[in-house]
């Protein structure tokens, strides 16, 4: 695992209530702890072998590159999301089934489920009742470390993961990769900087995010994806993740060249999903990369 050191913040930036950036690697290296230990858990109580049974019985995972190209419209990936270590709890989701039942009448590509428990309050149990009740593509979000998740993922029936740049090394990106392709899954791979976009590209992402949320800040920066779009190679499928408030960031980054927007706060709390869903993936692909 690689989480690189946090860069220093201004006394401003500290004094505005945002984490020094070594309390905020700790805050990753925090979530990727508990993730493990509640990994252990899983891992004793159904085995590899089990979930290679599990995974025979699953559908097929849906094409999830198909439906992030769909149109000459941004594509919409919208997030099932009860809480965070950035702003505490979101939404009393009662019924993250309905959500995603709005966030597909809205016209979104996919469903994106949180399901780490300790930091985000999400849950495999989550993931299934979404996966029950739409059609689309599920990304399962959360903190991939071991091959394990990603077997875990299909069996449920998956068709995206996420794996984290910063949160890998080079054999672990490229064998998760691998593994989640073997399985008909997509890889949404998330960076950061150039650096790991190149590390990304050599490890044989198509689907490459840019998350404007630093991880090691959680500074959101919505000028993070405009800053890196011309690092994004031709051909690689790009996504805009995380900050999105409303309509004229999606402008921003479909102008900068987005091919999708991954959206969480603005939907959950935004009180109308459908229309919001709506409103976003009607905006026109206009950027050039
Ligand atoms: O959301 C956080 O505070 C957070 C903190 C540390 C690691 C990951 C975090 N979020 C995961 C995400 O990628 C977002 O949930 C997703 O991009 C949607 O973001 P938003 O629209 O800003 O809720």
Redo the contacts with the bound molecule.
Sequence with gaps: MVIAPGNTETSAEQSAGRRSAAESAG??SE?IDGVRDDLAVRRSRTTEAELSRRIADVPPALDAHAALTATDRIRVIA?V?RK????GDLAAIADPAELAGHYRAGGAAAVSV?TEERRFSGSLADFDAVRRAVDIPLLR?DFMVTDYQILESRAHGADIVLLIVAALDDAELRGMLELATSLGMTALVETHTPEEIARAVSAGARVIGV?N?N?KT?H?DPGMFDALASSLPAGCITVA????TGVADVQRFAAAGADAV?????LVTGGAPRAAVAEFSSVHKTGNR
Aim: charge should be positive.
């Design positions: 805050v990753l979530i997030e999301k965070s270590p950035s702003k949180l979000k998350n949320r991880l959680l959101v993740e995380s900050g999105i991954l959206v969480g706060e603005a």
